[in-house]
């Protein structure tokens, strides 16, 4: 599953904005704390991990810098199940419970779906992220749209570079009245849809 958080116009996070572009709610809050870590491997690239080792271990050192919510997801990362990306990184990890994988990420990724035990999802990792989609890798997308246009400030557009897909929607859902979780079926067409 590709799990991204987004604006409304397509953008992973943005220049001076909070985390969750300050807009997390309690049912939202709530919904997140309730999803099981454990049940999944999330795969990141190199840059994703260097990014949330560094938040997850700001937010132990200072966790007055951040809402009690963010810090506490941040700071939980490190117990989830990893599987990091990269041809850079070298073994040890400071990460607990990560596993790193230096060769080709959709081979690994394909393998690990007809051997492994436990579903997989990303964790930001755009450039992943497109090369699971483009190799047909990917069963759901979901995506919580936050209610923001960022386009001045957006940074990491989420859909440059992919190909088309048609998307078949299997779930939705608002949370706070105004965040929307919307979870799809992708798949990847030659072209347009002809009528």
Request: net charge negative; proline share 6%; aromatic share 10%.
């Amino acid at each position: 599953m590709v799990d991204f958080i987004t604006t409304l116009d397509g953008y992973a996070s943005g220049e001076g904005w909070p985390g969750f572009w300050g807009l997390e709610g309690p049912e939202y809050l709530e919904w997140l704390a309730g999803q099981d870590d454990d049940e999944y491997i999330t795969l990141m690239g190199a840059n994703t991990y260097r990014l949330m080792l560094n938040l997850g271990e700001d937010a132990e050192a200072s966790p007055d810098a951040y809402s009690a919510d963010e810090a506490a997801s941040l700071t939980g990362l490190a117990a989830m199940p990893k599987v990091v990306f990269s041809s850079t990184l070298q073994p040890p990890l400071a990460w607990p419970n990560t596993q790193l994988v230096s060769r080709d990420a959709v081979e690994a990724v394909a393998e690990m779906k007809r051997t492994g035990e436990k579903p997989l999802r990303t964790l930001g990792s755009l450039t992943l992220c497109r090369s699971l989609m483009e190799a047909r890798l990917v069963d759901r997308f979901r995506v919580v749209m936050f209610p923001v246009i960022t386009g001045r400030t957006g940074e990491e557009r989420i859909y440059d570079g992919y190909s088309d897909f048609l998307l078949d929607m299997v779930e939705s859902r608002t949370f706070d009245g105004r965040l929307q979780l919307v979870e799809y079926i992708p798949t990847r067409l030659d072209g347009p849809l002809k009528r």
